[in-house]
């Protein structure tokens, strides 16, 4: 195995019982990398940013120090919006990096508004987070009473405020523009873009920044130790570490910080270090290697490195960074089914694809596993599937405002596709449809995947 020895950076208190608390912080490296930062002019912390190459951890790694690049110049205030809501199902690495770690992220915070001159945080958490939202609010106070948050911060001229929001539950919001609009008291629904980048036209109408909380946690130390240093960790197409929430039938779920690159999907799922193999010993028959809405992978992707090139040329993403595994006693009906009825759920309803198309698979696939499917049912799988994500490509198209809508299409492609024999089990009837699939993943072993 080729497991890297690459020390953690952003989940290097997570050992500690309180790692949560200013004291501790403080004893392990605690806000240096923002007095490192406050030494130097802000368009210099932006560029020691660029040179780590740090990818938003959001799921759509966009590179943070471009993203902030792009506010237009002299338009002020501006804003930050951290990303907390995670809610994709498999997804909880934000969720333990906010209740081990709120002072990691909060310094993060910090630098990015020195660095891009933002005037005020929001802090978006999902309301379920109970001990996440707790931790933030402790740590906030506390880094208050010491002078990092407020007026001339450290006995510099740089100013900000950081407010704590709670969010009320809703998967969508996590869309950045919903939950801007979530953020300004309406109904949590994404915008268009264009012309709503949020970079551009975002809270209130000004330049924001949304940035995830682990891509934010990862500021402290890349100011502490330097852009280059993060930059020659990990591949080429993805730089410095990255938190896998590992879920499923694996021996110990969790979450493990690894190198970007080094690591490979075989390790994360097999070596005693993270997920400990399968559970009761039994074989792996899917797994999903980047949240609900990532096209699923299969044994013969199990040595792909875990870097977002090689990921998304085999035809799927890193998205969320959520690997949920399926051993070979696995109802993929069953499975597709419950991912499917998670998107319908949470389909905002703003535009008639997704909104009326998500409910129709869910109802198909409900249909067949009660045992009231017929044949068709499986060609109308696809054909619906086509109309929300015309092609059902990777990376997909989309007819909806958001990528929604296309998250859905993925789990039926995936489980219809290379295990059709088990849905024609349900139906009684072979699958006919004329629907072209173009996602290289999608299909019976039509991959090939280079050793590495
Ligand atoms: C349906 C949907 C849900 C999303 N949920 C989250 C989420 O929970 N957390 C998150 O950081 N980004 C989420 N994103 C991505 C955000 O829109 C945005 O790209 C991200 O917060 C930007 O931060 P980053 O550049 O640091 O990754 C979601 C996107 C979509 C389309
Ligand atoms: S794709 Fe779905 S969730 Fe996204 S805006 Fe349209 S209806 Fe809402």
């Keep these: 195995m080729t497991i890297t020895d690459a020390k953690p950076i952003v989940s290097t208190r997570w ?19 923002l007095r490192a ?7 210099q912390v ?6 780590a190459s740090l990818l938003g951890r959001g799921g759509a790694g966009f590179p943070a120090g471009v993203k902030w690049g792009f506010c237009p110049p002299g338009v002020f205030p501006r804003y930050l919006v951290v990303n907390g809501d995670e809610s994709e199902p498999g997804t909880y690495k934000d969720r333990i990096l906010m209740e081990r770690d709120p002072h990691q992220l909060i ?41 990092y948050i407020g007026r001339n911060i450290l006995g510099s001229d740089f ?36 012309p709503y980048f949020p970079a551009a036209i975002g809270l209130y109408g000004q330049p924001t920044i949304v940035n995830n909380v682990e891509t934010l946690s990862n500021l402290p130390w890349i ?49 005693q270090l993270y997920g400990g193999g399968i559970r009761g010993g039994k074989d792996l028959k899917a797994f999903i290697p980047g949240g609900a809405s990532a096209p699923w992978f299969y044994e013969e992707h199990l040595d792909l490195p875990l870097e977002a090139g090689a990921v998304g040329k085999a035809g799927s993403m890193l998205g969320s960074g959520a690997v949920v595994v399926m051993d070979s006693d696995t109802d993929v009906v069953k499975a597709c089914h419950r991912l499917v009825r998670f998107f319908s759920r ?25 045992g009231q499917g017929r044949p068709s049912d499986l060609a109308m799988l696809l054909d619906v599937s086509d109309n929300i994500s015309p092609g059902i490509a990777w990376p997909p198209r989309q007819t909806t405002i958001c990528p929604l809508g296309p998250s859905a299409v993925s789990p039926i492609a995936s489980a219809l596709l290379r295990f059709r024999e088990e849905f024609e089990a349900y139906v009684g009837g072979a699958l006919e449809s004329s629907v072209e699939v173009r996602g290289a993943a999608y299909g019976p072993k039509r991959v090939e995947v280079a050793a590495t």
Excluded at 15 to 33: I, M, P, Q, S, V
Excluded at 46 to 51: P, R, S
Excluded at 169 to 177: L, M, N, P
């Design 46 to 51: 932006v560029e020691e940013v660029k040179a």
């Design 159 to 194: 100013s900000v405020d950081v407010v704590l929001h709670w969010g009320a539950g809703a998967y969508i919001v996590g869309e950045e523009t919903a939950l801007i609009e979530s953020l300004e008291g309406s109904r949590g629904m994404p915008r268009l873009k264009p």
């Design 107 to 147: 310094e993060g915070v910090l630098i990015a508004c020195y660095a891009v001159g933002l005037a005020q945080a929001f802090l978006y958490v999902r309301g379920e987070m109970a001990l996440a939202q707790e931790r933030i609010a402790t740590a906030l106070n506390e880094a208050y009473a010491a002078g």
């Design 346 to 370: 949470e389909s905002c309803g703003k535009c008639t694809p997704c909104r009326e198309g998500t409910g129709w698979l869910e109802k198909i696939l409900r249909r067949i596993i009660e």
């Design 37 to 43: 930062a406050l030494r130097r002019p802000p368009g």
């Design 223 to 271: 100011l502490s130790n330097g852009g280059a240093a993060f930059g020659a960790l990990g591949a080429e197409t993805s730089r410095g570490t990255r938190l896998f929430a590992v879920s499923g039938h694996v021996k110990k779920p969790g979450v493990f910080e690894v190198e970007f690159g080094v690591t490979t999907f075989r390790d994360l799922i097999e070596s």
């Design 15 to 33: 050992a500690l019982d309180d790692g949560h608390t200013l004291d501790r912080y403080l004893t392990t490296g605690g806000y240096e990398g």
